[in-house]
């Protein structure tokens, strides 16, 4: 079997366009990048291709991504592929589209750090893939508008979501799904979700910050769901910060 390896090291100052492409098995790529106005394209197909390492117990070469006005994009087509983190971003967007089956992602995005004004917009297509994501760290995320599709059968999907204020929006078509998100310390949280399947298991936590609403501001949680489900096992739980 033919492997590749890539490793980055980038110090960016103004726009800097980059785009890989892999298209053998067992791709890899680090990258430690640092710096304002990147333009990042990654495109990797294949079975087992990774960005990052399996876990974040490595240091050396992790997937690092830090700095503001940046935008980012990753295209992963194929079986048993692999993304990690961190990534810190301020004023940046986020491009994430996978197709295949057994794909596995594990991404902190603001954690020791910030990842304030965030746009992300995924898309998956696929079977039995595992997402964890974690967007901010303790309310270090000002603003985040968030949007997946998510297609297919037997997928984990979790997010956790520490902003100021976070729009979450999701559309997910497929059986047998296990979905959960939690919104947390914000001030004003909004989840809009639209789910088409059956055996679905959906899991649904918004409260608002633990310091309460400032002086002055309106805050709420808004949760607008359409289910068309047979089987399901669905959770809603919504809370202010006083309770």
């Given at each position: 079997?033919?492997?590749?390896?890539?490793?980055?090291?980038?110090?960016t100052?103004?726009l800097?366009?980059?785009?890989?492409?892999?298209?053998?098995?067992?791709?890899?790529?680090?990258?430690?990048?640092?710096g304002?106005?990147?333009v990042?394209?990654?495109?990797?197909?294949?079975?087992?291709n990774?960005?990052?390492l399996?876990?974040?117990s490595?240091?050396?070469a992790?997937?690092?991504?830090?700095?503001?006005?940046?935008?980012?994009t990753l295209?992963?087509?194929?079986?048993?592929?692999?993304?990690?983190?961190?990534?810190?971003a301020?004023?940046?967007?986020?491009?994430?589209?996978?197709?295949?089956?057994?794909?596995?992602?594990?991404?902190?995005v603001?954690?020791?750090?910030?990842?304030?004004?965030?746009?992300?917009?995924?898309?998956i297509?696929?079977?039995?893939?595992?997402?964890?994501?974690?967007?901010?760290?303790?309310?270090?995320?000002?603003?985040?508008?968030w949007?997946?599709?998510?297609?297919g059968?037997?997928?984990?999907?979790?997010?956790k979501?520490?902003?100021?204020?976070?729009?979450?929006?999701?559309?997910?078509?497929?059986s047998?799904?296990?979905?959960?998100?939690?919104?947390?310390?914000?001030?004003?949280?909004?989840i809009?979700?639209?789910?088409?399947?059956?055996?679905?298991?959906?899991?649904?936590?918004?409260?608002?910050?633990?310091?309460?609403?400032?002086?002055?501001?309106?805050?709420?949680?808004?949760?607008?769901?359409?289910?068309v489900?047979?089987?399901?096992?669905?959770?809603?739980v919504?809370?202010?910060?006083?309770?």
């Amino acid at each position: 079997m033919k492997n590749k390896f890539i490793s980055l090291i980038m110090l960016t100052l103004g726009l800097l366009p980059a785009t890989l492409y892999a298209g053998a098995d067992d791709n890899e790529i680090w990258l430690n990048q640092s710096g304002t106005g990147l333009v990042l394209n990654f495109t990797q197909k294949g079975y087992g291709n990774k960005v990052g390492l399996d876990d974040f117990s490595g240091t050396s070469a992790d997937m690092i991504i830090t700095g503001a006005s940046n935008t980012f994009t990753l295209l992963q087509d194929g079986d048993n592929n692999k993304l990690f983190g961190p990534f810190l971003a301020d004023s940046s967007t986020v491009n994430l589209t996978f197709t295949g089956d057994s794909n596995s992602m594990d991404w902190n995005v603001g954690y020791v750090g910030s990842a304030d004004n965030l746009n992300m917009l995924g898309v998956i297509t696929g079977d039995s893939n595992t997402f964890d994501i974690d967007v901010g760290y303790d309310a270090s995320a000002e603003y985040l508008n968030w949007d997946l599709a998510l297609t297919g059968d037997s997928n984990v999907f979790t997010t956790k979501i520490d902003s100021d204020n976070a729009v979450w929006n999701w559309t997910i078509t497929g059986s047998s799904n296990d979905i959960n998100t939690n919104q947390s310390d914000a001030t004003d949280n909004s989840i809009t979700a639209v789910l088409t399947g059956s055996t679905n298991d959906i899991d649904i936590i918004q409260k608002s910050g633990t310091t309460g609403c400032p002086t002055g501001q309106t805050c709420s949680g808004i949760i607008d769901v359409s289910f068309v489900t047979s089987n399901a096992n669905i959770d809603i739980v919504q809370k202010d910060s006083g309770e």
